[in-house]
């Protein structure tokens, strides 16, 4: 995971710098990693106070495995140049113009992306 993705690899990615205004505090599975576990995206915006309590709230009166639910947050990887791009790109539509920057973005904190990754998967083995 030492590699640092290029702009096609980025590009490669089906919902990468996808998320619309109506995507915002929906649940989205993202994927399944190598044990099995599934991956959830939820774009939480202003209000981490309000979702994730509901989040857990909802967890239980599921009443499922609190130690099968793992959340984590992700916003502390997310630098200045991902948010202008994301905010170009995503919210005035100006795709040619903010994706580049967005790729940009990611790429300065790809190495943060991976060590927030590693350390799950640790938590979790």
């Given at each position: 995971?030492?590699?640092?993705?290029?702009?096609?690899?980025?590009?490669?990615?089906?919902?990468?710098?996808?998320?619309?205004?109506?995507?915002?505090?929906?649940?989205?599975?993202?994927?399944?990693?190598?044990k099995?576990?599934?991956?959830?995206?939820?774009?939480?915006?202003?209000?981490?106070?309000?979702?994730?309590?509901?989040?857990?709230?909802?967890w239980?009166?599921?009443?499922?495995?609190?130690?099968?639910?793992?959340?984590?947050?992700?916003?502390p990887?997310?630098?200045?140049?991902?948010?202008?791009?994301?905010?170009?790109?995503?919210?005035?539509?100006?795709?040619?113009?903010?994706?580049?920057?967005?790729?940009?973005?990611?790429?300065?904190?790809?190495?943060?992306?991976?060590?927030?990754?590693?350390?799950?998967?640790?938590?979790?083995?």
């Amino acid at each position: 995971m030492e590699y640092i993705p290029d702009r096609h690899d980025f590009l490669g990615v089906p919902f990468y710098d996808t998320l619309e205004k109506c995507d915002r505090g929906k649940i989205i599975l993202r994927g399944i990693d190598e044990k099995g576990h599934k991956i959830y995206t939820l774009s939480r915006q202003f209000s981490p106070h309000l979702v994730i309590p509901a989040i857990q709230d909802m967890w239980r009166v599921l009443e499922q495995q609190e130690d099968d639910l793992m959340i984590v947050n992700t916003l502390p990887t997310v630098n200045t140049l991902m948010k202008i791009g994301g905010f170009s790109s995503r919210r005035l539509q100006w795709v040619r113009f903010g994706r580049p920057i967005v790729i940009k973005g990611t790429q300065s904190t790809y190495m943060n992306i991976v060590k927030v990754v590693r350390q799950i998967k640790e938590k979790i083995i």
